[in-house]
């Protein structure tokens, strides 16, 4: 298969319950939900708190600070489209306010790869209508 015809990465779709999540990050913020009865702040968008099942929901604007809970460098990539990627990282983000968050971590090295490292979010444009959130390294 040449480079033409390896398909295109997968991008997110916006449903009724992300599309607040969706539409922060085109404008560069990282909003997650909290339940305004027992304050959790959660990850992934949803129409309960799963934490006490209420239906009192807000949107809440994120520092996009935190640590890495978990990670994996990935050499070999999983499809051909990820193929000029390789090696990535793949991680689980804890966010300073509690959620965890599955994401991918740019701008590193091994010096500053570890659990517990801290980092912060950067957006990634990747056109008109999708854009992600990754994280990087705090420097410093």
């Known amino acids: 298969m040449t480079q033409q015809q390896v398909r295109p990465k997968p991008l997110p779709t916006a449903d009724f319950d992300t599309e607040p999540f ?11 939900q909290r339940c305004a009865d ?4 959660y990850f992934y968008p949803r129409i309960l708190c799963p934490s006490c099942w209420s239906e009192n929901i807000q949107w809440e604007q994120m520092s996009g600070k935190g640590e ?12 051909p489209a990820f193929g000029e ?7 689980v983000v804890q966010l300073d306010e509690g959620p ?3 994401v991918n971590i740019v701008e590193w090295d091994e010096a500053t790869l570890a659990v517990g ?3 912060e979010v950067v957006f990634e444009d990747i056109n008109d209508s999708v854009t992600l959130a990754r994280f990087r390294p705090v420097k410093g």
């Open 22 to 32: 969706w539409t922060a990050l085109r404008a560069h913020e990282l909003k997650l």
């Open 38 to 41: 027992c304050k959790q702040a």
């Open 68 to 79: 890495i809970y978990t990670y994996t460098v990935v050499h070999r990539a999983p499809h």
């Open 85 to 91: 990627d390789v090696p990535y990282v793949v991680a």
């Open 100 to 102: 965890r968050l599955p």
């Open 117 to 119: 490292a801290r980092v």
